[in-house]
Structures are given as structure tokens and as C-alpha cells.
């Protein structure tokens, strides 16, 4: 394993993910490998993985994706261990826009209830969801970069991070890929096709978000470490149409408007970011032109 993208989680990942799908010098699972976090992390899990990355042809630039290993406090030993001199991507976002997206983002998969941002995001912030919903915590872990990369920082060499952020990725993404391209070794001059393909949006819809909270009950595995009742082909048809009536019948019926959240729900989220902003600009060098004061 040559290289892993880490992250951000809700940061445009996605969007280097497909680049790096294309790249003809670069090989990479078109799905995301959860393999160096807990629970998942296993003998049985490490097998898989040498095996998935065992098809790809010899001399390629070899990586994985998951965006929630930057802020996994496991995985930066984890990856460690087993590729100490593997490359680092990571793409960052403004921190306070990254967690509101992580909200709904985790009230779309049934880690929280779903509730308005004015009213989730305080309790969220007090811990008031910890107990009932135990990766409640991640979305505002998530967003504290300089905490995360800090930890990576510990085991590996600042020359195996490539450090982004979405605001230069939007503005250039052809220099932005030039940057990943000279990172991995491999042929900076590579111009993948769909540079203008961005992830799929937010949905923002509460009755949309709860809908497909309740589809995620039937959502496959990708990787095989689910229950079987779980990865079962009903339960996958059954996640499938749920899909499927979410794009063709509740999203052109309900819309996805993007919410406004009182100024006093950003102030607490500001607060509650603002120890951590220091360290992720002193990793950065700069403070973006987009991130909040």
C-alpha cells in the first residue's frame, strides 16, 4: 500500500477519488476501505485488503481511500504499522461548514436523531447524544484537523503529507491534481476526464434525512464484515428502491433547501472549534480565504 487519502470527511475526497481512478499510473478501490479503524480492524480484514490490492497490475501506485481515518484516533497507528512509509492525502474544508454538513451527513446514516440544526447541533455540542448514539462524537472530532493531524504528524514525516484545501481545490482543481499527481511519483501531466464532477450534495430535507435513515437498515456491505441478515439480496433490493424513490419521487417533491442556522448555533459552533484553530493553521501555513474568523 503506497498511499492512503484520509480525508476530510464531508471535504471533497470524492472528487480526488475519482481523479485518482482515472490516473493510468495509479490503482485504487472504487469503494471506501474501513479496514484500519475499529471494529473492523481484524486479521481477517488486513486479508482482504492484501488481497484487493494484490489485482492490481505491477508497477502501479497503489492506495485506498477513507475519509474518516483522519480523524479515527486509531488509525494513524494502525496505518503506521503496516505501511509506515505509505503517502498521506488529506483535503480539508472551513471547519464550522464541515461539521453542519457531518450532521445531516450522520443523521442520513442513523448515527443521530434527526433533528433541526438549531436544535441537534447544541445538544450535540454538550455531548447530550454520546450515550444513545455512540459515533455522535465524530462530527465535531471530525472537524478539529489540527487535533488530527497532529496525531498522524506523531508517527509519520511532514514530507509523506499532502496537505489541501477544498477552497484551492474548487478554484484549481488542475493544480490541485498536479499536487496529488508529483506526491505519488507519478505523471504530473495527467488530465483525468469530469473535472468538473462534484460529489453528490448534502440532502438536507429533514423528511428526506429520515427516510433514508431508515433505509440504511437494509444498506449492503460492501466489504463482507456485516451481519448476513444484513447483506442479504432482499435487504439490497430493498436499499436499492429506497434510492430510487429518494432521487425520482422525494427530491424533486420535497427539494433539498439548504438550511440557515441562527447565529447563535454558528457562534457555539466557533467556540467549540476554536482551541483547535491554531494548530491546524500552523499546519497550514495560512488562514483560508473562506474559513471563519
Request: include cysteine; hydrophobic fraction near 40%; glycine fraction near 8%.
Amino acid at each position: 500500500m503506497d498511499f492512503v487519502l484520509i480525508g476530510a470527511q464531508k471535504a471533497g475526497s470524492t472528487f480526488l477519488h475519482h481523479a485518482i481512478l482515472h490516473h493510468p499510473g495509479l490503482r485504487m478501490p472504487v469503494g471506501e476501505v474501513p479496514v484500519f479503524e475499529y471494529p473492523t480492524y481484524s486479521p481477517g480484514a488486513l486479508e482482504w485488503l492484501d488481497g484487493l490490492l494484490s489485482q492490481t497490475p505491477g508497477g502501479a501506485v497503489r492506495g485506498i481511500k477513507r475519509p474518516d481515518y483522519l480523524g479515527r484516533p486509531e488509525a494513524p497507528r494502525l496505518i503506521h504499522r503496516h505501511a509506515p512509509d505509505c503517502r498521506l492525502l488529506v483535503v480539508l474544508r472551513e471547519p464550522v461548514s464541515r461539521t453542519v454538513s457531518a450532521y445531516y451527513h450522520y443523521m442520513r446514516r442513523g448515527h443521530l436523531p434527526a433533528l433541526p440544526p438549531d436544535e441537534g447541533i447544541p445538544l450535540l455540542i454538550e455531548g447530550a447524544f454520546d450515550e444513545a448514539w455512540p459515533r455522535a462524537w465524530e462530527v465535531l472530532a471530525f472537524s478539529r484537523y489540527g487535533e488530527c493531524l497532529d496525531r498522524y504528524l506523531d508517527l509519520f514525516r511532514p514530507e509523506q503529507l499532502c496537505l489541501l484545501v477544498q477552497d484551492d481545490v474548487i478554484r484549481d482543481p488542475s493544480g490541485a491534481l498536479r499536487r496529488i499527481y508529483e506526491h505519488l511519483g507519478v505523471d504530473a501531466d495527467y488530465v483525468p476526464p469530469g473535472l468538473d464532477q462534484r460529489a453528490l450534495p448534502t440532502v438536507y430535507s429533514l423528511p428526506r434525512v429520515r427516510f433514508l435513515a431508515w433505509a440504511q437498515c437494509f444498506r449492503p456491505d460492501e466489504h463482507g464484515f456485516a451481519p448476513p441478515a444484513l447483506s442479504s439480496l432482499p435487504g439490497q433490493l430493498l436499499y436499492l428502491a429506497a434510492m430510487g424513490l429518494d432521487r425520482a419521487v422525494l427530491g424533486p417533491l420535497l427539494g433539498n433547501p439548504r438550511p440557515v442556522l441562527r447565529p447563535s448555533t454558528l457562534d457555539a459552533l466557533r467556540r467549540a472549534l476554536a482551541d483547535d484553530r491554531p494548530r491546524v493553521l500552523h499546519h497550514l501555513g495560512r488562514v483560508p480565504s473562506s474559513w471563519s474568523p
